[in-house]
């Protein structure tokens, strides 16, 4: 892709090459302008930095395409109207989320916002720290900790029938 700024090859773990300093850029173009358009050049690709792909970018989003693939098929399309409800049963935490997810992941930020805000991490992350746990894995605690507080609260609302929508 000659001349653009942004070279991008999917499904591949090649370079990407980004403008990382547009202010650079952004005055190289007005020097352009003001000399008139027979001055100006025509290669605009610039490789101020490189970003590489992961090499399991590929191979994750296979393994994401086939695990939606086969929930869909239990939840939707399984002919087994007895699986199809079996399985409608188990995954009923997931609906609870899902039924709120923009809701539920906006309030988890303003909380965490406000935690920082208010100072409140050190006064909340205390008690879990003086476990004799590793920090690995009081931070583990304490994320699943805030994740079962969003829980809660996306659970009051699907048993009120509250549904927020966009």
Known sequence: MEGDAVCLRLFASTDLHVVEDLEMVGKELDRDHEHGPDRRRTDRRHE?????????????????????????????????????????????????????????FALSGLVAKMIGFFKLGPVLYAPIKALPLEPQATSLLYALG?????????????????????
């Open 146 to 166: 805030f994740n079962a507080v969003m829980f809660a609260v996306a659970w009051f609302m699907w048993r009120r029938r509250w549904f927020v929508k966009v």
């Open 48 to 104: 101020v930095g490189e970003v590489r792909a992961h090499p399991l970018a590929g191979f994750m989003t296979g393994w994401a395409l086939l695990m939606f693939s086969v929930f869909y098929w239990l939840l939707d399309a399984t002919p087994a109207a007895a699986l199809r409800a079996a399985v409608a049963r188990g995954s009923t935490f997931f609906t609870i989320y899902g039924m709120n997810a923009l809701f539920i």
